[in-house]
């Protein structure tokens, strides 16, 4: 696909998972550094503390502030290896599974505890 | 064939959705005090709108992404937070107006003190969300909505002089108590253009699966619906002004505003604005929760579609439940409706800069819109637009001040 401009193709990029299931955007993408080898792209990065980065420092802090304070600690985020990535395009499609990310942990949460206990919720389709 | 359809369905969404708490209750009010002189108020408003339809459906047309996605794929999240957070806060409030403009008509129609039905009301709109398709959605509140044809009826049948009508389609200042005068403008205008509008035309033409053979389906169902939209909301201004204000009338409450069509209709005028301030706002209640739900679901990439069965996309169905139910509580303590409405019709207004000046940057990038960017009219027209905008925030607080209440 030749070079892909990362801030301008990939950072905020839509992500959909291998069956087309949108799974957030590219809130951060992060560069490993192993001793003795050059820095690369690594990882795709889904989660709110990241897209609070992206706002700002203070926002973090405050963000980070406020979960204290209110005793929330599990904090899930979702780390793809950059491997991971199928076709960039109108979306970015990884080789991952919806089901299986820490970043879907709020829509799974809502899905299994509250909107399926609703009559109509599930099936086929409207 | 199917496209002729799509069409004339398109125009009668527009015509269905145009006119709603908003708009009945800015140019009523503006007819009342100020005979015909503000209808070139709407004029400008619904061209304005037209032009934000066209081209955020062109946008949604051609790169396949609404504009919620693009204004976080191309400005980025830090940028996004702004127009998230205002539309989000004036889309919430408009909600409420609407909730409360069907409550208001319940009221007038059962005598149930109007806060007793915001709940309810909230709750079979949410049913509606939670079992109905885009479609029924869109469509549904269309047909329905066609009731506010009474309008363009009550106008035509009380005389009015056409001569006076076009003279104040184009714009003048009043010769009397200036800040109400700009005050109801800048309220209008935000009746007219409200960001909500463009949000859901631009996720309905990805709901409807939108490719650029639709773009003159686009061009014609924002240009035509608006031309009638526009045209019921000056009936309406027209008709408050053959009504209310040769009696020196002014219109402070929505008992006042209900009489609006029964000098020229009778007790059927009654009923029939009734009817109309219930299904439009009802239809506008819908749309909004949706709308709202559609920019999280966008900005932060959720799975969403009003055509999936809620379990699929939890958070997006999770968004329009809240909303609705939160939106109904300032109407269910007890708010003023017609008080609230004005607040968030110039809340409106102050708002638009941040959602039309990234549209002018999108609307010329070519590696959106390829061919389709915007020509030197609509580039003119939203250059035009993103200078009222700016106007509009500037003037709003010391308007609400002066001229408001």
Same mark, same amino acid.
């Given at each position: 696909m030749g070079a892909v401009h990362l801030a301008y193709e990939v950072v905020d990029s839509q992500l959909v998972d291998r069956h087309e299931q949108k799974i957030g955007r590219v809130d951060a993408l992060l560069l490993e550094a192993e001793p003795g080898k050059p820095l690369r792209v690594a990882t795709i990065v889904i989660g709110a503390a990241a897209r609070a980065r992206r706002v700002g420092g203070w926002f973090a &802090?405050? +963000? +980070? &502030?406020? +979960? &204290?304070? &209110?005793?929330? +600690?599990a904090e899930h985020e979702s780390r793809i290896p950059f491997s991971a990535v199928r076709r960039i395009g109108d979306t970015i499609q990884l080789d991952v599974e919806e089901r299986a990310l820490e970043s879907e942990h709020f829509e799974r949460w809502l899905g299994d505890h509250v909107i399926c206990r609703i009559p109509g919720a599930s099936g086929a389709s409207k | 064939m199917k496209k002729w359809g799509e069409i004339a369905l398109g125009v009668v969404t527009s015509i269905g959705g145009f006119l709603e708490v908003g708009s009945i209750a800015t140019s009523v009010q503006g007819g009342a005090i100020f005979h015909f002189q503000l209808a070139w108020v709407l004029v400008l408003g619904t061209a304005s709108l037209a032009f934000l339809m066209e081209m955020t459906?062109? #946008?949604? =047309?051609?790169?396949? @992404? %609404? /504009? =919620?996605d693009l204004l976080r794929e191309r400005f980025g999240y830090r940028f996004f937070v702004v127009p998230l957070l205002a539309v989000f806060i004036v889309s919430l409030l408009v909600l409420t107006s609407e909730i409360g403009g069907v409550a208001i008509a319940l009221q007038l129609a059962t005598g149930i003190a109007f806060r007793w039905w915001a709940i309810p009301i909230a709750l079979i709109g949410w049913l509606l969300l939670w079992r109905g398709t885009f479609s029924i959605v869109e469509q549904g509140t269309a047909m329905l909505g066609l009731v506010a044809l %009474?309008? =363009?009826?009550g106008a035509v049948k009380l005389h009015p002089d056409w001569g006076t009508l076009g003279r104040a389609l184009l714009p003048? %200042?009043?010769?009397?108590?200036? =800040? @109400? /005068?700009?005050?109801?403008?800048?309220?209008? !205008?935000?009746?007219?253009?409200?960001? /909500? #509008?463009?949000l859901f035309y631009s996720a309905g033409a990805i709901e409807d699966a939108w490719t650029i053979e639709y773009l003159s389906v686009n061009r014609i169902t924002a240009g035509l619906g608006n031309l009638f939209g526009g045209g019921l909301a000056i009936a309406a201004l027209v008709t408050a002004a053959l009504v209310f204000e040769p009696r020196g009338i002014q219109v402070d409450r929505y008992e006042q505003i209900a009489l609006v069509l029964a000098t020229p209709l009778g007790r059927?005028? #009654?009923? !029939?604005?009734?009817?109309? !301030?219930?299904? %439009?706002?009802?239809?506008?209640? !819908?749309?909004?929760?949706?709308a709202i739900a559609y920019l999280l679901a966008q900005g932060f990439g959720w799975q969403w579609s009003e055509n999936l069965k809620p379990g699929k996309d939890a958070r997006f169905s999770t968004? /329009?439940?809240?909303?609705?139910?939160?939106a109904a509580v300032p109407i269910a303590l007890g708010a003023d409706p017609l008080q609230l409405t004005n607040l968030s019709m110039v809340v409106t207004a102050a708002s638009l800069p941040v959602t039309v000046i990234p549209l002018l940057v999108l609307m010329n990038d070519g590696d959106v819109l390829d061919t389709h960017v915007n020509g030197w009219i609509s580039n003119t027209a939203l250059v035009v637009i993103a200078l009222l905008s700016v106007v509009l925030l500037v003037a709003a607080l010391p308007l609400q001040l002066l001229g408001g209440g």
């Amino acid at each position: 696909m030749g070079a892909v401009h990362l801030a301008y193709e990939v950072v905020d990029s839509q992500l959909v998972d291998r069956h087309e299931q949108k799974i957030g955007r590219v809130d951060a993408l992060l560069l490993e550094a192993e001793p003795g080898k050059p820095l690369r792209v690594a990882t795709i990065v889904i989660g709110a503390a990241a897209r609070a980065r992206r706002v700002g420092g203070w926002f973090a &802090a405050t +963000r +980070r &502030a406020l +979960r &204290a304070l &209110a005793g929330i +600690r599990a904090e899930h985020e979702s780390r793809i290896p950059f491997s991971a990535v199928r076709r960039i395009g109108d979306t970015i499609q990884l080789d991952v599974e919806e089901r299986a990310l820490e970043s879907e942990h709020f829509e799974r949460w809502l899905g299994d505890h509250v909107i399926c206990r609703i009559p109509g919720a599930s099936g086929a389709s409207k | 064939m199917k496209k002729w359809g799509e069409i004339a369905l398109g125009v009668v969404t527009s015509i269905g959705g145009f006119l709603e708490v908003g708009s009945i209750a800015t140019s009523v009010q503006g007819g009342a005090i100020f005979h015909f002189q503000l209808a070139w108020v709407l004029v400008l408003g619904t061209a304005s709108l037209a032009f934000l339809m066209e081209m955020t459906g062109r #946008l949604a =047309a051609v790169s396949r @992404r %609404t /504009y =919620a996605d693009l204004l976080r794929e191309r400005f980025g999240y830090r940028f996004f937070v702004v127009p998230l957070l205002a539309v989000f806060i004036v889309s919430l409030l408009v909600l409420t107006s609407e909730i409360g403009g069907v409550a208001i008509a319940l009221q007038l129609a059962t005598g149930i003190a109007f806060r007793w039905w915001a709940i309810p009301i909230a709750l079979i709109g949410w049913l509606l969300l939670w079992r109905g398709t885009f479609s029924i959605v869109e469509q549904g509140t269309a047909m329905l909505g066609l009731v506010a044809l %009474t309008f =363009a009826v009550g106008a035509v049948k009380l005389h009015p002089d056409w001569g006076t009508l076009g003279r104040a389609l184009l714009p003048s %200042t009043p010769s009397r108590d200036s =800040a @109400r /005068y700009w005050y109801i403008a800048v309220s209008m !205008l935000g009746a007219s253009i409200s960001p /909500y #509008l463009y949000l859901f035309y631009s996720a309905g033409a990805i709901e409807d699966a939108w490719t650029i053979e639709y773009l003159s389906v686009n061009r014609i169902t924002a240009g035509l619906g608006n031309l009638f939209g526009g045209g019921l909301a000056i009936a309406a201004l027209v008709t408050a002004a053959l009504v209310f204000e040769p009696r020196g009338i002014q219109v402070d409450r929505y008992e006042q505003i209900a009489l609006v069509l029964a000098t020229p209709l009778g007790r059927a005028g #009654l009923v !029939l604005f009734i009817a109309t !301030l219930c299904i %439009t706002c009802f239809g506008s209640t !819908l749309e909004i929760a949706l709308a709202i739900a559609y920019l999280l679901a966008q900005g932060f990439g959720w799975q969403w579609s009003e055509n999936l069965k809620p379990g699929k996309d939890a958070r997006f169905s999770t968004s /329009y439940t809240v909303l609705i139910v939160l939106a109904a509580v300032p109407i269910a303590l007890g708010a003023d409706p017609l008080q609230l409405t004005n607040l968030s019709m110039v809340v409106t207004a102050a708002s638009l800069p941040v959602t039309v000046i990234p549209l002018l940057v999108l609307m010329n990038d070519g590696d959106v819109l390829d061919t389709h960017v915007n020509g030197w009219i609509s580039n003119t027209a939203l250059v035009v637009i993103a200078l009222l905008s700016v106007v509009l925030l500037v003037a709003a607080l010391p308007l609400q001040l002066l001229g408001g209440g």
